[in-house]
């Protein structure tokens, strides 16, 4: 996903294996991850995506103070989705705790470990339930 405040900018999902970068995107006040070749692009995640970061995960708390994680590792997930008009986009650490991608600080680098499972219904599915058989019996 990508946060609200970055609709309006161009954006493609992520692809496993590349290296994304935090930054801050352009005529918006909102950090998230782009390219390493494509900074005004936003990349996307999906819920479940993770992601293993260079160094230690740095992020800011308040205004001038920034917090170093003692994870390398995260896994991309969304917190209050049902608030409105707030960042929703975060990582989770192997602790459980959470930092919204907005307050990581800029420049780092992480790779996509994984996505996440996304189960598609295929017509050939529908059409074997329809029958009352499952994909396999169907073939």
Known sequence: MCDYSLHAMASRPAKV??????????????????????PGMAVCLLPGTELAFEQDVKYDQGWIWTRTTSFRVAKFGVVEPNVPHRH??????PDGSNVLVTLLTEGQRATVLQLPVVHQISERTTKAEEHGSTPASAA
């Not at 590349?18 to 005529?27: A, D, G, K, M, S």
């Not at 909102?30 to 390219?35: H, S, V």
């Not at 929703?88 to 650490?93: G, L, Q, Y």
């Open 88 to 93: 929703h986009d975060a990582i989770e650490f």
């Open 17 to 38: 294996g590349e290296t994304l970068i935090t930054t801050t995107f352009p005529r918006t006040s909102t950090r998230g991850l782009a390219a390493e070749g494509e």
